[in-house]
């Protein structure tokens, strides 16, 4: 016995609970015209009572558009990238648009061409790229500027609206903590240097500002092994007291080679990570770190683009979400 298919609700079911005709219905989710406020919210709570999504092939002939959204990157496996498209997922589908992931793996410039090309052969109603990278930055280049398109993470590309956290304010932040702690030697366990980071470039003013040394980044890669492997050479340095780590993963690996090696933590070394992840509250010591909305810029990254895809609404300059310093118990103050 086969299974009796749930009928979906129709724009025509929204007119009728929203006592409003079906040409209303289409002009308040499609914002094609005027519509008055107190009908517009009429309409919205049916949507929302009935559960109606918008038909995509029926928005397409509507529109001229298409409602894909294609998310470009290099990498979407770090906890900050999976979060950020967690946002524009989310509000994605609530706007009534489907998301394309494309992953760039090769630097090779037909490669990427290549890849521009499949996803320009699709009806898409606009692009996000994490522009964390030249070789992210190099696809958004390639794409027609009739395409809308954002870009989010690192400096931009191309001109396009770009959205991005404040990691610079994060850095300048952790590290005056740190000086107010007492520190006068804090290193930078920096995350790969794919672009100038605002983690580095807020480390380094901070040091400067203040008039104290500035040693040379240490190199690292993403993982947390990259970080126990650099926590383990700095406990044979008793000179260092503090370090300001790239991302929570290598401020995870620094704590724990420091304390493999009999090292304290914060006693002897106060150790600083970036991002906020879960465990980072649950780790011992739990970790001081710099929190970012992840989520919420991957939201306000897809408002960007619909406000471009409906309205052509440019904005004047980049959006910058702030971050904010959450101290736990991996600092504290230098032993005298």
Do not use: C, K
């Amino acid at each position: 016995m086969s299974t009796p298919r749930i009928r979906q609700p129709s724009m025509r079911d929204v007119a009728r609970a929203s006592g409003v005709s079906y040409q209303t219905v289409s002009r308040v989710i499609n914002d094609q015209e005027r519509v008055h406020p107190e009908t517009r919210a009429r309409v919205l709570a049916a949507v929302d009572a009935l559960g109606y999504h918008p038909n995509s092939a029926a928005r397409a002939l509507v529109t001229g558009r298409g409602s894909t959204v294609a998310v470009v990157a290099s990498n979407t496996s770090l906890y900050g990238y999976a979060r950020t498209l967690e946002g524009i997922e989310d509000a994605a589908f609530a706007a009534g648009y489907t998301v394309n992931i494309t992953v760039l793996r090769s630097p090779d410039q037909s490669d990427r061409a290549d890849a521009v090309e499949r996803l320009l052969s699709q009806p898409l109603a606009g692009l996000i790229a994490f522009t964390h990278d030249d070789l992210a930055r190099s696809a958004v280049e390639d794409v027609p500027s009739r395409m809308p398109a954002v870009t989010v993470f690192g400096t931009g590309a191309g001109g396009r609206a770009h959205i991005l956290l404040d990691e610079e304010g994060g850095a300048r932040a952790a590290i005056r903590h740190l000086l107010d702690l007492g520190h006068r030697t804090i290193h930078h366990a920096g995350v790969p240097p794919l672009l100038p980071s605002g983690r580095l470039l807020g480390w380094r003013a901070t040091l400067e500002e203040a008039g104290v040394p500035r040693p040379e980044p240490i190199p690292v890669t993403w993982e947390p092994r990259s970080g126990y492997e650099v926590g383990s050479a700095i406990a044979r340095q008793h000179d260092i007291t503090a370090v300001f780590a790239g991302n929570d993963d290598i401020a995870t690996g620094i704590v724990r080679a420091l304390i493999d090696s009999g090292r304290d933590v914060p006693g002897d070394v106060s150790v600083i990570g970036f991002d906020d992840t879960p465990l980072a509250a649950y780790t011992r010591p739990s970790l001081t770190t710099v929190s970012q909305d992840f989520v919420e810029l991957g939201r306000r990254a897809f408002d960007l683009l619909h406000g471009l895809i409906e309205q052509d609404d440019q904005p004047a300059g980049p959006t910058v979400l702030p971050t904010h310093l959450v101290t736990r118990e991996s600092t504290g103050p230098p032993r005298r």
